[in-house]
């Protein structure tokens, strides 16, 4: 149990792709550049259930150059009527190592297995980079299956540690 105001945050990295991912539904993924407006609209909907914020503070202007810029790849899951139920967002800026920022479905489109399609999905099509791994940070605010649903993935935990909240 962490101390008095730290958070449990656990740490998994993936060293080998995961084998393919398999879905029979209508809905679809892909590689997207978001506008700001679209990628908020769909940050809030996906992360407000989890207490997420670090987008929303972020200036615009820094948001903006993120979004339009080179290291930031998302992963958008689409239903037939084109609209977002989740994203895959993956920082590239340390490549060899490409971390997992966000992830997540909007709460309507849970309980379908579409996160862990979505999951695999982007990350096979992250692999076709060759990096060295991918690697992620959870913690005890996240879903309560997240640890799961990324060690199903082929995650694998290589560090637990006590933090304060502020430097996640």
């Known amino acids: 149990m962490p101390s008095a105001g730290l958070l449990r ?12 991912a398999l ?3 209508s809905e679809q993924v892909s590689l997207e550049q978001l506008s700001r407006a679209a990628y908020l609209d769909l940050y809030q909907r996906v992360g407000q259930p989890l207490g997420w914020n670090q987008r929303l503070t972020m200036p615009d202007a820094e948001l903006d150059a993120l979004l339009d810029g ?11 009527g084109e609209q977002a ?22 709460p309507a489109a849970q309980g379908r297995g579409l996160g862990s399609w979505l999951l695999a999905t982007a990350l096979l099509a992250e692999w076709r980079s060759n990096p060295d791994r991918i690697w992620l940070h959870t913690d005890e605010w996240d879903h ?7 060690q199903r993935a082929g995650f694998e935990i290589f560090d637990v540690r006590d933090e304060p909240p502020g430097s996640l």
């Open 9 to 20: 945050v656990t740490y998994l990295e993936q060293r080998v792709p995961p084998q393919h």
């Open 144 to 150: 309560p299956a997240a640890i799961k649903v990324y």
């Open 70 to 80: 080179e290291s930031l790849r998302i992963y958008v899951l689409r239903d037939v």
């Open 85 to 106: 139920l989740g994203l895959c967002e993956f920082d590239r800026s340390d490549f060899p190592h490409i971390e997992l920022k966000n992830f997540g479905l909007v």
């Open 23 to 25: 879905y029979w539904g």
